[in-house]
């Protein structure tokens, strides 16, 4: 999976997976680097460049027309 274009649902942000980790008992996990930067909602004021989270988090780009 590293190397491949993933979005991440929650945020509708796009990136590239550059590494792949156990996350739980259960599923994995994916580093993602964005493309663009993300400003989520909230409290949080510096964007976010690159995420640890689930792999259930994120599904995969098949074919992205932005």
Not at 5 to 25: K, N, P, Q, Y
Not at 43 to 54: G, H, L, R, T
């Amino acid at each position: 999976m590293i190397g491949k274009l993933v979005r991440h649902i929650r945020f509708d942000a796009i990136g590239i997976v550059v590494d792949h980790f156990v996350w739980s008992e259960w599923e994995g996990g994916y580093k993602v680097k964005f493309l663009k930067p993300v400003l989520p909602t909230g409290e949080v004021v510096n964007p976010i460049e690159q995420m640890m989270s689930a792999a259930s988090e994120f599904e995969e780009v098949i074919n992205e027309s932005r």
